[in-house]
């Protein structure tokens, strides 16, 4: 069954860092491209980074240069790697899997990400 389940989450100060963890298991990892997405109280579920359809890195507008995307196959695990945070980043994470070009998506239990003033 195929499975994604984040891990990295928690409650760090203004100007901190964290580092999120996307594990993937019954799926062939490299048959799908991955995303970070959040969604904060009250709002819509957002991109905050991945990789589009043809393998390219995209981010929201509001993380570029703080968040990076990465990812090790061998390991079948996604990262997304949080810097210089801010109390408008607190939201759960989301990880999310898809087939490019299909509607096969599906997504991880989320993570609680905390940032206080």
């Known amino acids: 069954q195929a499975q994604l389940v984040e891990s990295g989450g928690g409650l760090v100060q203004t100007g901190g860092s964290l580092n999120l963890s996307c594990t993937a298991s019954?799926?062939?990892?490299?048959?799908?491209?991955f995303g970070w997405y959040r969604q904060a109280p009250g709002k819509q579920r957002i991109l905050v980074a991945g990789y589009n359809d043809g393998g390219k890195e995209n981010w929201a507008g509001s993380v570029k240069g703080r968040f990076f995307i990465s990812r090790d196959a061998a390991k079948n695990t996604v990262y997304l790697q949080m810097s210089r945070l801010t109390p408008e980043d607190t939201a759960v994470y989301f990880c999310?899997?898809?087939?490019?070009?299909?509607?096969?998506?599906?997504w991880g239990q989320g993570t609680q990400v905390t940032v206080s003033s």
């Open positions: 019954g799926i062939t990892f490299n048959d799908y491209v």
């Open positions: 999310n899997a898809r087939i490019p070009y299909t509607r096969t998506t599906f």
